[in-house]
């Protein structure tokens, strides 16, 4: 027996209660209702559930439903009520409510010898679990009588009920706070005795004391709380008496301690003695609590979320192998097998020790490749990045360090693959002794010398880049000297994007996705960027929180048509992790893009914004936006947003957030998912001229969702509904809320397909949360209190100038060259020219442009009609209006081969749906023949 089993059998038995008491179906379900009057027995009613493995969550035990309950009698002891509960449903979380009751003749009666529990009964609701999984209650002794019941709406099952006496013990437990140790001079005199506490207050910050030891002598076991920090970048071990290691612990945490309580546990199991916890490089906080061995639910899941099975250990048990391979998993093509990890994504290693309910999931990713057009991020600041988990790079002679990276030794190499031409970033690190690290390709030849490797004084974390301009091939960095490198981005271009001089913007090859993702780069640091897109699909792959940090920046799109979207996983999901692009800058202006998070939703939680918007003054004219929760996120109180046109898609409160944001001739739609809610803010929304195209749910305007300015105000000014009402919610607004109450929640002159008024002359909803009541039917007196001058102020003038579109210009053909005027007649400026079936060809600046795909002399007229192409003149922030249809300049009103040919002596003409050849004024057929 190992040493470690025999100190948790020695804890176990030394602190059994006389009066514990234990009910265990986790195996087999019990045959039948207890009989009455059997004080000492749990009584309940309730069905008997035998579950078979893989069938509703395969439980066993009492099913709790609306009206069952169980209870039981106790001494009149203090302990701790243990409840093994699990939801049979598969929808919501699942818990129960604990009351005291008086238990005589097989019957629990409550307060004033009540039938029924009161709330003056209650002892706790306990936490809610998503799977069967143990729940703690503290029991005082002057309850003698405990009744269980269901608190939520889904069904549950009531598996284990176990009753452990609380056993006196000598430990004294303790704590020594933050604040306590972000001061010079602390020297643990007031902690209990026995305790020693030594240290090097340095830090006199919230990051607490370095090199910290502390001794605790105990009585048995004891659970400690100790503050992480993201800079800890060395384990500690916990040493007994005899000084013999029982323990290490890696006190590293994403955050730090004080930026949002992140604890790492330790739990000791075994007989009394002097533990040392030693040399601790970081302590901002330490706690210590007598406690008991409670049973721990190891749950096993693979990589889609489903059970494959459970174990029950005793805290302080070492995890052990998975007992799962995988040959139990069933992995798609183009999908790799990568371990078992927590749901932290840290991988499981076997001499983990359980702390409580654990769940251990498969982890299965894609097997990674390069290609043009793609963007790989290796993030080594993250502890749960794993090398051997990606097949597009390999780092040797470095390790994990903390969020600094990965510390590099001398001659170490970090080897990337690249499709071709690429942009290689590496983001260094201030710290460490780190010079110079050379770039050779898969041939050995040098691709860059000497690139720096280490981040001036005050710039953690700023970037170095090189490009390589060759075929595809491995890149190898190696590092002269130590260096810490906190993440590596590799850009994988069809072409680098070139600011082009004549007309001022970065025009992004067709699907670029690294190449535009480089032209966002430069954005966030030159000011008055413009980004061109062509249609195209921009993909982003996993990728999240793309930056937007640049004033001015403009990114224009072909059409719609030019798609720049991402997937992140499920798991990512929620508001600052899913998000596609993070918008922290001024003045960003979008103009004919769609934007889409195709982050998976399957109808429950999946909040996934494409635009998380905590800029200024920001513009969509004609923007799409796709996804499901959340998808336009506006996060800054105050702010002012503008949009006009363009396809706004959701589910759940896809338009929220706080900030006065003004909606002018959008198109909402709701998508077929699931009943939809269109908003949730906390600030001002106005939705004026819009049209509502529900597809085929239910769906309401929206709910409020937290107090922010002077309450959460959401109108709707004469909005057309597709379907005429039909699907619309009978209160029209979701009187639920999220926080908080409307103060103003309206609507007014709400039409039907056919331009009908159909608001109805009341609509009185009683919000929820606070029982506000409110009429939702608002006046004419609207227009103007909700116009977009009194809603965005001082700058609604800007941001409709801002959207003006330009008129189309008259151009026309002659031989290969296109002349361009203004249809004001004013200046020229900046034109795009596509071809009649939407093919990009060109941004020019000027009144001409010589066409080079067409021989001097030609005209080509076109497949169905007598215009190949068109120009589109820019506005004032980069985006094209309305095309102009380029005319042969022939003074010929009706073109036909005829009068083609008269006008043209030589070239190629393409009219009534034929290709013809003019040369020495004969014709041709385009095989040859004469005509």
Known sequence: MSLLCMALIASLSMYAGDNDLLWDYTEAAPTANPAKGLNDALLYYGSNVNDAAGTKNGLKGVKLNSSGYAFFAKPAVAGKLSLTIGKRDGVGAYCVDVYKCTIADGKATFTDGAATPADADLIATTDEVQESNAVHVEIPADVTGIYIQRHTGAEGVLSKVVFKETVQRDFTDFEITNDQLKVQGYDGSDLPSGVTFSGNDEQADSHGYRNVTITVPVDGTVKFSIGGCQYAKRTFSVKNAAGEVVGTVDPYTTKCYHQDASVVTYLYVGEATTLTFENIQYLPYFKAEATEVQEATITYKDQNGKELGKKTVYEGDAIGETPYTEA?????????????????????????????????????????????????????????????DHETITITGGSYYNNHGWTMDANGTISVDVAGKAQVVVSECEYGSGTTFTVTDANSNVVAADVNAKAASGADGASQAFQYDGEATTLTLTFAAQTF????????????PVKDDATGYFIVAPGDAGGLMLALNEANSTPNTKIFLPDGTYDFGEATLIGLSGTNTSIIGQSTKAIIKNAPPKEKEGLGSADMFLNTGSNLYLQDVTLWNDMPFDGGTGRAAVLHDKGTNTICKNVNMLSYQDTYYSNKVGATYYFEGGELHGVVDFLCGDSKVYFNGCNIVT????????????????????????????????????????????????TTLADNGANLLSSRWNPSGINVDYTVAGEYGTMDSKGEVITPASNIVTFAKNSTKLETILDASALETYSIENVLGEWAATAQAAVKQAAAPKATISGNTISITPADGGDTGIYLIEEKNGGFVALVQGDTYVIPELEAGSIDLGITDAVAYTVRAANAMGGFGDAADVTIETGISEVNAENAAAAVVEGKIVANGKVLILKNGKKFTAAGAEM
Do not use: M
Not at 485 to 496: D, P
Not at 683 to 711: H, M, Q
């Open 328 to 388: 139990d998993l069933t992995i798609a093509e183009g999908q790799k097998f990568r371990g078992w990890v927590y749901g932290s994504k840290v991988k499981v290693v076997a001499t983990d020790v359980v702390t409580g309910n654990t769940t251990v999931s498969a982890l299965v990713t894609d097997i990674e490749s390069v290609a043009v057009g793609t963007v790989q991020t290796y993030d080594l600041t993250q502890k749960t990045f794993y090398p051997e």
């Open 485 to 496: 490198v906190h993440k590596i981005s590799v850009y994988n271009v069809e072409e680098f």
């Open 671 to 718: 998508e077929s998912i699931k009943d939809a809610t269109i908003t949730a803010n906390s600030e001002l929304y106005v939705f004026k001229n819009c049209t509502i195209t529900p597809n085929g749910k239910k769906y309401n305007f929206g709910r409020a969702w937290s107090a922010d300015s002077d309450g959460p105000k959401c109108v709707f000014l004469n």
